[in-house]
């Protein structure tokens, strides 16, 4: 699984106008399901997620976690990011999880985060969808597990 994660000051996510999520401070993370992936690397990936240091602490060092600052979470599913981009000018997809198995996946991935996080939002699985955010730093790391 991939969790492309940026720190944002702001973050929202909209379906046709409509703003389905936002987050002030905290992490947007885009996700990426594929095909090797199941619910243990779900949770590891959220694990991840609550716990890797990209906020400062007093010194100005990325020391403090989602968790330790009580930041939001935003979860947008995109699976773009498990494209296969190694040659040629079009992505493949070979290595993404069938659609059925990501959405199963990223569901997973939400209601554990909502069960041990607060607050968590969402982007909406398969739909066509508009993020705004404002980058802070800018930092910007891909996790994978």
């Known amino acids: 699984m991939i969790g492309l994660i940026q720190r944002v000051s702001r973050a929202a996510v909209s379906i046709g106008g409509e703003r389905v999520g ?3 401070r905290g992490t947007l993370a885009l996700i990426g399901v594929r095909r090797s992936d199941d619910r243990a690397t ?9 716990a890797y240091r990209i906020f400062p602490d007093a010194a100005g060092r990325m020391n403090r976690s989602l968790r330790e600052i009580g930041g939001g979470l ?17 992505a493949g997809f070979s290595a993404a999880a069938a659609p059925e198995v990501a959405r199963e996946l990223f569901g997973h991935l939400l209601e554990r985060a909502r069960s041990q996080h ?9 739909a066509d969808m508009q993020v705004e955010l404002i980058n802070d730093g800018p930092v910007t790391f891909w996790l994978e597990t």
């Open 22 to 24: 936002a987050i002030d």
């Open 42 to 50: 779900a949770d590891r990936l959220l694990e991840r997620l609550l």
């Open 74 to 90: 935003l979860l947008v599913p995109q699976f773009t990011l498990a494209a296969d981009t190694h040659q040629g000018t079009r």
């Open 118 to 126: 607060s607050p968590v939002a969402a982007g909406r699985f398969g």
